[in-house]
Structure formats: structure tokens, C-alpha cells
């Protein structure tokens, strides 16, 4: 588990969906940041997940996004690279956040109604108290 995992907070603005997805990371005393993500809303998007690609281009990152909030479970198996995964409640609480090796076979579970997957590195935040902001990615309603 990375050590930032219970200073993240995930803000969600429900906005109606634009073409531009993509989630503001903003910790105190650095520049906030921007990932731009590709949904996966439908069941085989989000058991997919990264596989099949050898990479993530700078700044990019997938949010898998859930009809419903529940225990939530993400391996890393088959995915050609490392990542981090952050778990987050509709709410907005993070609830876990994991950095997975290369083929990583590991089950890692949590609640959550979202979850961030980027390339190892992207959200190196460990230690500081930050907040995740979605723009233009609404959740459905519960």
C-alpha cells in the first residue's frame, strides 16, 4: 500500500461529460497536476484494465468507473508495466492505494465506486495531504 493512501481525497464534479475526462491531483506547496483518463464504464472496459498496452503516454491514466460502490478487486496480471491504483467511495474517500509490479499477480480489494490506474510514478504524492479532483466525468447516480 503506498503511505499516501489515507491523505488522498477524491473530489467529484459532477459535471455533464465532456470530451476532455480527466482528474486534478492538488497537494499543498506543488503544482497541481492533471491526468487526462479514458473511462471504462462497461464490464469488459474495466476487466480489461491496462492489458494489452505496452505503456501509458505521460500524463494519461485509466478511471474505471462502477454502477454501484462495493468491495472492488484489481490485479495487475497480464498488464506489461507498473502501475499505482488508487480506490475511491462515491463519497470522495480514498480507501486504499496500491502500486502493482509489472504481471503483478496479486488481488488487491477495497471498497471503492471508482479506481485510478496510472503508469508507476504518476502520483508519487507519499507523505503529503492531497486531494483528486474529477473534471468532466460523472458518476452515475447510486
Known amino acids: 500500500m503506498l503511505p499516501s493512501a489515507r491523505h488522498l481525497v477524491l473530489v467529484g464534479a459532477l459535471a455533464a461529460c465532456g470530451d ?14 492533471t491526468v487526462h483518463v479514458e473511462l471504462a464504464r462497461t ?3 474495466r476487466r480489461m484494465g491496462l492489458r494489452g498496452r505496452s505503456g501509458l503516454p505521460a500524463g494519461t491514466g485509466l478511471l474505471l468507473v462502477f454502477p454501484i460502490e462495493g468491495d472492488v478487486c484489481i490485479t495487475a496480471e497480464g498488464v506489461a508495466f507498473a ?7 462515491a463519497r470522495g ?8 509490479a509489472a504481471d503483478d499477480a ?11 490506474e496510472v503508469e508507476a510514478g504518476a502520483l508519487d504524492a507519499e507523505g ?6 474529477l473534471v468532466d466525468v460523472p458518476l452515475p447516480p447510486l
Open 20 to 33: 476532455d475526462p480527466r482528474v486534478r491531483l492538488r497537494c499543498p506547496g506543488v503544482e497541481p497536476r
Open 128 to 133: 503529503i495531504e492531497c486531494t483528486l479532483e
Open 93 to 100: 474517500e480514498v480507501t486504499a492505494a496500491e502500486r502493482f
Open 43 to 45: 464490464a469488459e472496459a
Open 106 to 116: 496479486r488481488v488487491v480489494c477495497a471498497p471503492a465506486r471508482v479506481v485510478l
Open 83 to 89: 502501475t499505482e491504483v488508487l480506490f475511491a467511495r
